[in-house]
């Protein structure tokens, strides 16, 4: 009976260790001052300033002669009032409330010729959005979704300008003298009908980088009905001394609409923490108007699981539009949106 407790008892250690399983994730909340054009300042404590918060848990298994199989499993998490991100099962439609693995669900299999993932994962047209090639990646009042995601056109609201459901992606292995490439397609799974090609996505990413420069192009495609969606970018970035200089062009296609977005920027290190600074014009075809938006920011690190931040923005539209804002919208034609934000990073 001694005998079997103890193994008992030690029987899920030594499954945890076999399996590699962990529970990891990532709090991000500050507070906000917004104020837009005819509207009056607004205060918000808030989620994801510098990074998008999360809960997950992944694992891996060592098969033998370099091949491994694995899961990932992640949710996103508002910390402010503690709910949960929405996702897609079909590309097309939006599905939000209790908990869902919308950042993330995936099955991988990887080896020497490189990994392939099947499940939720993000779209390759996104992996030159984030803070690899924007100084602020997707995130708070200096967000490059501000202009980078696309505008809702003709009856398209594209679900895959981050991610993509039913996928089936592919990435090449490191090391092949510089150069990366994702590639993906992914099924909206409609019945038959004219709206049978529904969120069915295609789409590539290649890239090659060294120590100092990075450099990446990447398009997706997504099939509506009401006009497909297509998102197309191009980033790059160069290591000067403390400063990695960056610049991304992208662009959005929904039907006969289109928006292109141009951003020059930096993450400078300087003293114990990153200065960020970013400056984007937008233009516009059948949709919204042209824009200016500017942002600057400091990230402070106090160790490498937590740093505190601030960021300061502002977005003017042009012409008769109101579209784009830093979290309130103007209420007059033409006018302006401005932010600052202040708050804490922890990941564990």
Do not use: C
């Amino acid at each position: 009976m001694a005998a079997a407790t103890a193994t008992a008892a030690f029987a899920p250690a030594a499954w945890a260790q076999e399996s590699g399983v962990q529970v990891f994730g990532l709090l991000d909340i500050g507070v906000q001052a917004i104020k837009a054009s005819g509207a009056d300042t607004r205060y918000f404590v808030n989620s994801d300033g510098n990074t998008s918060s999360r809960f997950g848990v992944r694992g891996t298994e060592d098969l033998g002669g370099g091949l491994k199989v694995g899961f990932w499993l992640e949710s996103a998490v508002s910390v402010d009032d503690g709910t949960s991100g929405a996702t897609s099962t079909n590309n097309k439609d939006s599905v939000s409330g209790g908990l869902t693995w919308g950042r993330r669900a995936t099955v991988q299999v990887s080896g020497p010729w490189g990994e392939l993932r099947l499940g939720r994962d993000y779209v390759p047209s996104f992996g030159n959005l984030t803070t690899s090639m924007h100084p602020f990646g997707t995130n708070g009042v200096g967000s490059s979704g501000l202009m980078f995601y696309p505008v809702a056109a003709g009856g398209t609201t594209a679900r895959t300008n981050v991610r993509a459901s039913n996928s089936i992606g592919y990435f090449t292995p490191s090391g092949i003298n510089g150069f990366y490439a994702h590639v993906m397609v992914a099924l909206g799974e409609q019945g038959a009908g004219p709206t049978h090609r529904d969120g069915d996505l295609q789409g590539a990413r290649l890239g090659w980088r060294n120590e100092d420069i990075n450099v990446s192009g990447a398009m997706s495609r997504t099939r509506y009905a009401t006009g497909d969606y297509t998102q197309s970018n191009v980033g790059a970035t160069w290591q000067v001394g403390p400063a990695k200089l960056m610049a991304l062009w992208g662009e959005n296609k929904v039907g006969v609409t289109k928006t292109v977005a141009r951003m020059l920027g930096t993450q400078w290190r300087l003293g114990p923490g990153e200065l960020r600074f970013a400056y984007t014009w937008l233009s516009a075809k059948g949709v919204a108007s042209d824009a200016t938006h500017i942002a600057m920011g400091y990230v402070l690190d106090l160790s490498k699981r937590t740093a505190l931040y601030g960021n300061i923005a502002r977005i003017d539209n042009k012409g008769p539009a109101m579209r784009f804002n830093v979290g309130v919208a103007s209420t007059l034609a033409g006018g302006d949106s401005g932010g600052v934000e202040a708050g804490v990073r922890h990941n564990f």
